[in-house]
């Protein structure tokens, strides 16, 4: 009854950890940053955003290079594989320069956003750090997608922890002073992200040409109609990542106009739910792999049990963490807040957006797997554009809500229910089944 759940367990396991080693660098640069100051603690929460809304983009088209790397592999294309990685590398440079060109003039931004000015400089110095080295997690994306398509994400795990211990401590040191190096806050924390972010891609780097990825010269070769034809699939997939981002850090940035503390519980909140996000995301990322496959292999018959069962684990998953967040809010809040005078109000507040981020991880289960399973099964295209308009209304409404009824409950209220919507219209999608038509790869 549940064949799949087994491969998607084995497959997932390592890309679990690899994704909630993510989550838990993020958290490591939070608690580090609540020793230095509270507004540095409240700047991470839209700046860090606010990267990953760009580079967002960069990495999920870049990154969309592991699909064609799982259904090369499927149909036995091995030549294929290594193409399909040198597309996302050959994305990896453009984007790379890209933003290293747009970086300082979009950091600027964080000036005119109505934060207080400790915190709107706090956003804008890390927002550029991290940009400026994009090109790492990008290229990251691409190799860890490539490893993924071919079931070897325990590589990708593996390079991941080494990746946290750096951030780690180039983090403490950074941020706090220690260990002789100099005391630079907020921005100490960017260059330990960016430095994290450069081992990873020299270790991926060193993978692909043990592999002899690098010495392929058939493989190697950039084929502007191929090239086209991923972009026509992988750009629509950063466009929903991005849009998505975008949409939760203009949501940061209202709530950050109630207040300090409303901003900082709501960033506290937002890295907590991280660890039920991303051990989501990495059994959403595991069932696109079997999707992947199974298309490559020509099972489409396969992809709605694949669906369904690794949805029901997932669901599993969501429902324990959203107890765990319902019953211990505040202790888990109290984590992160300090023991600056603000801190008590930030766990009171923080303690009541918790509750509704246990509501909506409920929903969250079916916009990670299914949203996972609809893009590698190729309908990147109908999930950009139908985000687009859901993400559109949801702003307008922030909007109204923020200058008529201007609350933390209003405005948390109204991003659950935008979470519940499009949990519904991803299912009805797939279940109408339109994306049997779409062609990943080209006959």
Request: aromatic fraction near 10%; charge should be positive.
């Amino acid at each position: 009854m549940f064949k799949h759940v087994p491969r998607l367990l084995r497959l997932a396991g390592p890309m679990i950890l690899s994704t909630s080693a993510i989550t838990m660098m993020q958290l490591i640069d939070a608690i580090v940053l609540s020793r230095h100051s509270s507004e540095a603690v409240a700047a991470m929460g839209p700046s860090g955003l606010a990267v990953i809304l760009f580079q967002g983009f960069l990495f999920g088209t870049s990154g969309y290079a592991g699909t064609f790397v799982a259904h090369s592999h499927g149909s036995g294309d091995h030549r294929g594989v290594r193409a399909s990685a040198w597309l996302g590398i050959y994305t990896s440079a453009i984007s790379g320069i890209a933003a290293l060109v747009i970086a300082w003039p979009l950091a600027q931004l964080f000036l005119l956003a109505g934060h207080e000015p400790a915190v709107a400089s706090a956003e804008r110095t890390y927002f550029w750090i991290c940009m400026v080295g994009s090109f790492f997690p990008v290229l990251c994306a691409a190799l860890a997608g490539w490893l993924s398509g071919i079931g070897r994400p325990v590589i990708v795990t593996a390079v991941t922890f080494i990746s946290l211990a750096a951030n780690a401590v180039l983090a403490w040191g950074l941020v706090l002073g220690a260990w002789g190096l100099p005391r630079m806050g907020i921005a100490g924390a960017a260059l330990a992200t960016v430095a994290a972010q450069m081992i990873a891609a020299v270790l991926y780097i060193l993978v692909f040409a043990r592999s002899g990825g690098l010495t392929d010269a058939v493989a190697r070769k950039l084929r502007w109609e191929p090239f086209r034809h991923f972009l026509s699939l992988a750009a629509p997939m950063g466009l929903r990542i991005s849009g998505e981002l975008l949409a939760w850090t203009i949501f940061l940035v209202v709530i950050g106009r109630l207040g300090t503390v409303e901003l900082a519980a709501s960033s506290i909140a937002f890295r907590i739910n991280g660890v039920a996000f991303f051990p989501a995301l990495g059994l959403g990322q595991a069932a696109g792999i079997l999707v992947g496959h199974a298309r490559g292999a020509g099972a489409d018959q396969e992809i709605r049990a694949i669906a369904w069962q690794s949805l029901a684990v997932c669901e599993a998953w969501m429902l324990a963490m959203a107890l765990l967040f319902a019953t211990a809010s505040a202790p888990l809040i109290s984590i992160f807040a300090g023991s600056g005078p603000e801190s008590i109000r930030i766990v009171e507040a923080g303690s009541q957006v918790m509750k509704f981020v246990a509501i909506y991880c409920l929903f969250d289960a079916a916009n990670v797997m299914i949203g996972c399973v609809l893009a590698s099964a190729g309908d990147t295209n109908w999930l950009a554009r139908t985000f687009i308009i859901c993400s559109t209304l949801f702003l307008v409404l922030l909007w109204l809500v923020s200058q008529f009824f201007p609350s933390l409950v209003a405005e948390w209220t109204l991003a659950t229910l935008f979470v519940f919507a499009t949990a519904v219209i991803w299912l009805l999608r797939f279940q109408a089944g339109a994306w049997a038509s779409a062609q990943v790869l080209r006959k």
